[in-house]
Each structure stands twice: as C-alpha cells, then as structure tokens.
C-alpha cells in the first residue's frame, strides 16, 4: 500500500487519506523491513516496463520512499512467527506473513489492500484492516 502514497495506483486517494489521518493522530507508521525489499523490487520493475523509468527517475522515487516516516522493525523471532501464520493460513508465500507478524508484535492494526489476503485471514486477524474500509473523518 505505501508505494501508493508515491504513485497513482488504484486507491491511491484513499492510502493518501489513512496516511493523512495516521499522521494527524502522531501515530507511527510501521513495517517489517521487508518493505524496503520489496519497495525496491517494484521500483525495478518500473524500469523494465511499459513507459519505463529511467534510472534518475527511479532513484528518485526510491529516494522520495525513503524519506517518508516510516519505522522499519525486524523484532527476534519475526520470521519463525511468520512461517508458522503463513502455514496456518495457507499463504503460498511467507512475505504477507510479515506483516502479520509484526503487527502481532507491536499489537497494532496492519492496514492493506491485498483482497486476498483480506479473504486468507477474515474472521481471525480483527487487526487486519481492509483500505477500502477506510473512511476519512469529516
């Protein structure tokens, strides 16, 4: 969901608004280090595409990412908790699985916009927030 801070993606208007809000009520944004992975991964694969990058415009993205307030954690144990939950739900990879986690570590909700694992993990995980439940406050 973060790089749709950056980039006009599909509910873009709405991340922008839960980023808003996160910040106004001074609460941390928080991810598994993970993030930093795969945040670069995608920036790559904008370079390789259709109306690809150049390389000082992914630089630039990269950087722009990197300087939003986020806090980046990787507590002892992460990893096994996050094989043991992608097992128990099924996941067929254990990145998801991360998130999850550490946001059972830090008990506090773990907003996305993957509908399938919205789906993986309903009824279960009530810290696991769905972005198009998300309403803006007035």
Avoid at 34 to 42: G, I, K, R
Wanted: proline share 6%.
């Amino acid at each position: 969901m973060a790089i749709k801070w950056l980039r006009d993606e599909d509910g873009r208007e709405r991340a922008l608004a839960l980023y808003g809000e996160t910040l106004a009520r001074d609460e941390p944004i928080v991810a598994p280090t993970l993030l930093l992975f795969e945040l670069t991964n995608y920036v790559r694969k904008q370079m390789r595409g259709q109306n690809a990058l150049a390389l000082f415009e992914a630089e630039k993205l990269l950087a722009e990412f990197l300087a939003l307030p986020i806090e980046f954690h990787s507590p002892p144990g992460m990893h096994q908790l996050a094989l043991r939950i992608a097992d128990s739900y099924g996941l067929p990879a254990a990145y998801d699985a991360h998130y999850l986690a550490l946001s059972q570590f830090l008990e506090c909700e773990f907003w996305t916009d993957d509908k399938r694992l919205i789906r993986q993990v309903q009824g279960h995980r009530p810290t696991v927030r769905w972005l198009g439940d998300f309403v803006a406050p007035r």
